[in-house]
């Protein structure tokens, strides 16, 4: 072995050190990796799991003794060597979690087993405590489920990695205690966004019938990325007062079996308000309640088709949600609606675009409000409910914006009334379709300054249109069809027949 660098798993052993020849022979520590350039990376590796960092490629490799190759297992690669098979991490924004130089974590490597028996919670948390005080890194679970008796908290730069729906989080709670966080991070009782920042959790399964899934709380930069969702007592991800959160693949075959059950909730701990709290085994601590906004957030790229009919698909809770994007995504099967906020809630910057509502109760209802919210943008939505039994209140309503945007957009069912706004002070509709409710298709209840082009309301019970006290819409292109009255101003019917 004269001339060749022995792999001691501590490190990487430096030519003109001195050690033992004998000692590397006999044992190998699979609690590290080896770092180097892929072109000493060794034909095989020594053990199943075996991690090698190529660090010209910025690329780990995990050695899998069932194939007997290397297999890719991590990193971002680089502009000419490229993740192999892959282009998906290249795309993700989540790089500044990571660097070459960090370590890649397997808890089995530390004992951790995810044989659904073992309670590994506490286990996982002083892991994550080493990773933090180490800089971050990445932090594996093989396949397996993870029983979590207590909630880990994440650090700053490290990621939780899974391998798809194979690697399950489950969150065991004691009777009463049912609903603190699953996974939560460092900092969550700072105030403002001084929790931790630049992590992520990838490619898991949340089953956790007694607790709330991943709880970013007061936490800055957040990639939450191809996260399955089944059992949860309140919400799979529930984003408290934290900003810059991206949600991108998401799909949920369950909501929450407790009374809060959206499976994606956007959330604020208000001032006197607060009930989000972490569970460390034996007592709950609640989340900092300051007021902090939740800002910049975006759930994109999701499916939420549950089975237990819940609340809401998507929950905007509380005063203070800031610059929200829903986009390209499902919602089917919720009691309420699709996407819900707040009576008296107030919003800025919401903009959902993309997303399709099939078989809820109602649309998106985002709950009355006289005024304070400002900027809504709506665009490329449909709203659809075949069912009769389960069509209720307005497919689309919205109240107290101060300039609305809102394109695009169809909506069809037995809805009491298709669209119906409130206290709107400049709304402009365009290539909107209002067809099939009971009453009204296009209701501007009240103090609605509104402009309606291009648009269609067919098969309405009562009212093509209504404006009600205080209400102004100016028209363009409006046609109706099998409607009972095509106009009510403030109760004076005027026959309006194409503009």
Not at 80 to 93: K, N
Not at 333 to 346: K, L, Y
Not at 359 to 387: C, K, M, P, Q
Request: hydrophobic content about 35%.
């Amino acid at each position: 072995m004269a001339g060749e660098t022995p792999r001691l798993g501590l490190g990487i052993f430096e030519q003109g050190d001195d050690w033992d020849h004998t000692d590397t022979v006999e044992a190998v520590d699979e609690h590290a990796i080896v770092h180097g350039p892929i072109a000493e990376r060794p034909a095989a590796g020594e053990y199943d799991d075996e991690l090698y960092h190529a660090t010209d490629q910025g690329i780990t490799w995990r050695w899998d003794a069932a194939s007997g190759d290397w297999e890719y297992f991590g990193g971002q690669g680089s502009a000419d060597r490229p993740v192999p098979g892959t282009s998906h991490f290249e795309a993700a924004t989540i790089g500044s979690l990571r660097t070459a130089e960090s370590p890649v974590w397997n808890v089995e490597a530390h004992g951790i087993e995810g044989d659904g028996k073992t309670d590994v919670g506490d286990a996982v948390h002083d892991l994550l405590e080493t990773v933090a005080q180490a800089g971050g890194g990445i932090v594996y679970f093989p396949p397996g489920r993870y029983r979590l008796e207590r909630t880990p908290l994440v650090g700053d730069d490290t990621i939780l990695l899974g391998a798809g729906r194979s690697t399950v989080f489950d969150g065991p709670r004691p009777e009463g205690e049912e609903g603190r966080a699953l996974l939560s991070n460092r900092g969550y009782d700072e105030p403002g966004y001084g929790g931790a920042s630049n992590w992520g959790v990838c490619n898991v399964r949340i089953d956790a019938p007694d607790a709330t899934g991943i709880m970013p709380a007061h936490a800055d930069t957040v990639r939450l990325e191809n996260i399955y969702g089944d059992a949860i007592y309140y919400h799979h991800i529930d984003v408290v007062s934290s900003k810059n959160v991206v949600v991108d693949g998401y799909w949920a075959t369950r909501g929450g079996d407790g009374d809060s059950d959206a499976p994606v909730q956007f959330d604020n701990q208000n001032a006197g308000t607060g009930a989000n709290s972490v569970w460390d085994g034996s007592e709950d601590t609640l989340v900092a309640a300051d007021d902090t906004p939740t800002r910049n957030c975006t759930l994109t790229n999701f499916e939420i088709d549950p089975e237990n009919d819940p609340d809401y698909g998507v929950h905007l809770h509380r005063d203070g949600n800031e610059s929200l994007t829903i986009s390209d995504g499902y919602i089917t099967g919720c009691g309420h609606s699709a996407i819900r906020a707040d009576t008296g809630g107030q919003l800025e910057d919401l903009t959902i675009d993309g997303v399709s509502c099939r078989e809820n109760a109602r649309g998106i209802s985002l709950g009355h409000v006289e005024s304070g919210r400002r900027h809504l943008t709506i665009d490329n939505v449909t709203i659809r409910t075949d069912d009769d039994d389960l069509a209720a209140g307005s497919g689309l309503y919205a109240s107290g914006f101060d300039e609305a945007a809102i394109s695009n957009v169809v909506v069809d069912g037995e809805f009491t009334n298709a669209i119906l706004f409130d206290d709107m002070a400049d709304l402009k509709l365009s290539q909107i379709r209002a067809t099939g409710p009971k009453h009204q298709g296009f209701r501007f209840r009240e103090n609605v300054d509104a402009t309606l082009t291009t648009a269609r309301a067919a098969n309405c019970g009562t009212v093509g249109i209504y404006a009600g006290p205080g209400s102004s819409v100016a028209y363009g292109g409006v046609t109706f069809d099998n409607v009972g009255t095509e106009v009510d101003i403030d109760g004076e019917t005027r026959e309006w027949v194409t503009s």
